[in-house]
C-alpha cells in the first residue's frame, strides 16, 4: 500500500540558508500535518492544511512557511537556518474520520535537517 | 485541547504484560482516544483507538472508563521490538490541531 513519501530523507545546511522538505500523501488524504522533532524530544506541531487550505499552526516559527499545492503535496519552507533547527521533519496525513475511517494518522519516514 | 499526561518512562521484562495509563481530564465530548507508537528516527505509527469501554486488536487493547478522564493501553506480553515511545492523542478524527504530550519511553529486556 501507499505510504507516506517525504524528501529528501537527510538534508544538510550552513546556518543561515534555506531549506524545502517535500511531502507527498497518500492517495485521497484530505489533510496533511508537518511536526518537527527533536533530539530526545516529543514531535511539535507545526502547520496542518486540508483540502489545500491552510488549517491551522502550532509552534511554527515566522521562518517557516509551508503550502499544499493541487495535487496535494505539501512543502515546508524554512528560511535563515538556525542551528537550532536541526530535527526530524515529519509529514503526516490522513482522510478525515467518517463512517469509514477512524482518521488514524499515517506518518512518513521523516526528513532529517542538520544544519552545521 | 486535551491536556494528557502520562508516565515518563516504564521498564518491562520480556513475556510480561505491560500497561500504560494516560489522563486526560478534559477530554471533550467528541474525541476519541487514540494510540500511537514511535521508533527512534521513524515517524509515529497507529497502533489503537477507542471512545468508550475496551476495544481490543491484535497487537493492543484499550481500556476507557465511564469518565473517559483516563485510558490504559495494554500490550501482552511484550518483546524487546516493543520497545519504543507510547503516546496517547485525544483525537476527534478531524482534528486540524493535533498535539502531541510527553510520551512514555518503554523499555523491554530479557
Known amino acids: 500500500a501507499a505510504g507516506v513519501i517525504q524528501s529528501p530523507r537527510h538534508l544538510i545546511k550552513e546556518k543561515r540558508e534555506t531549506a524545502t522538505l517535500k511531502c507527498y500523501p497518500i492517495p485521497r488524504h484530505d489533510t496533511v500535518y508537518w511536526y518537527q522533532q527533536g533530539p530526545g524530544q516529543d514531535p511539535q506541531f507545526l502547520i496542518s492544511f486540508y483540502e489545500k487550505m491552510q488549517s491551522d499552526k502550532g509552534s511554527i516559527p515566522d521562518r517557516f512557511s509551508a503550502q499544499q499545492f493541487s495535487d496535494y503535496h505539501s512543502e515546508l519552507n524554512m528560511s535563515s537556518l538556525e542551528l537550532g533547527d536541526s530535527a526530524l521533519y515529519f509529514c503526516?496525513?490522513?482522510?478525515?474520520?467518517?463512517?469509514?475511517?477512524?482518521?488514524?494518522?499515517?506518518f512518513g519516514e521523516g526528513s532529517r535537517l542538520t544544519v552545521l | 485541547l486535551a491536556k494528557t499526561t502520562q508516565p515518563i518512562s516504564m521498564d518491562s521484562y520480556e513475556g510480561q504484560e505491560v500497561n500504560i495509563t494516560c489522563s486526560h481530564n478534559n477530554i471533550a465530548t467528541n474525541d476519541y482516544i487514540t494510540w500511537y507508537q514511535q521508533f527512534p528516527s521513524q515517524g509515529p505509527r497507529f497502533i489503537i483507538q477507542g471512545y468508550k469501554t475496551k476495544v481490543t486488536n491484535e497487537v493492543a487493547s484499550l481500556f476507557i472508563p465511564a469518565d473517559r478522564k483516563s485510558s490504559t493501553l495494554s500490550l501482552p506480553r511484550v518483546s524487546l521490538s516493543d520497545t519504543a515511545v507510547y503516546y496517547c492523542?485525544?483525537?476527534?478524527?478531524?482534528?486540524?490541531?493535533?498535539?502531541f504530550g510527553t510520551g512514555t519511553r518503554l523499555q523491554v529486556t530479557l
Open positions: 492523542l485525544p483525537d476527534t478524527g478531524t482534528a486540524s490541531k493535533l498535539t
Open positions: 503526516a496525513s490522513r482522510r478525515r474520520a467518517g463512517t469509514t475511517d477512524t482518521g488514524e494518522l499515517f
